[in-house]
């Protein structure tokens, strides 16, 4: 039973090789990644060994799904992230936006998500993702946007990314690049019609 479970895990590990082997034949300057379990015992459930493809370089980034409802579950996680990337570099954690605090009201979601993305900023995070965009009340964005997201720049300087032009690069720059770029076809979209994959935002540690 062991070998068996050992010859699919390999098997699994040749596959995301063999993907990553192709892309930078094909596009050198693109990046591979994947959504992972965040748990070393569910990673291991599911055969994913992403500790071995970050070390052996078949993943340029793993994003750990860490869809917890408790701050300090998401603190345990880092301390195996660190482990497989200590200066977790490659490591770029998921947190759920639906799983915390979007029953309550805009202030009470922008909140809890803040001591999500506080707590992961003091574990070392150099970004992260949030899971998924159309699940954001604009609303929230908006608050994010003037907390926990908030940085600022010379007025005269052109800021880069800055697309709602208030001088600073925020949350809310992060929901109009989604809404502009997201979809497909390349179409302009309400957050209300895009599909899942389009509700992931990847954010740098501002």
Known sequence: HASWTAWRRDQITELVTDVHRRVKETRP???VTAAVFHTEAAANNVLQDWPRWIRS????YA??????????ALREDFDWWR???PGLTRIVPSLAVYKVGAERSPQGHADTISRYVEAAK???ANGFVLFRLELLHEETARILGEGVFKTS???DQAVPGDFNADGSVGFQDF???AIHYGPAD???ADMKDMTPWEGLVLAPIL
């Open 57 to 60: 370089g078949a993943l340029d």
């Open 175 to 177: 929901i109009l690049f």
């Open 122 to 124: 003091e574990e070392g």
């Open 186 to 188: 390349g179409d302009n």
């Open 153 to 155: 720049s010379s007025p």
């Open 63 to 72: 994003i750990p799904m860490s869809y917890v409802t408790d701050v300090e």
């Open 29 to 31: 300057d693109r990046y």
């Open 83 to 85: 482990e497989i990337d």
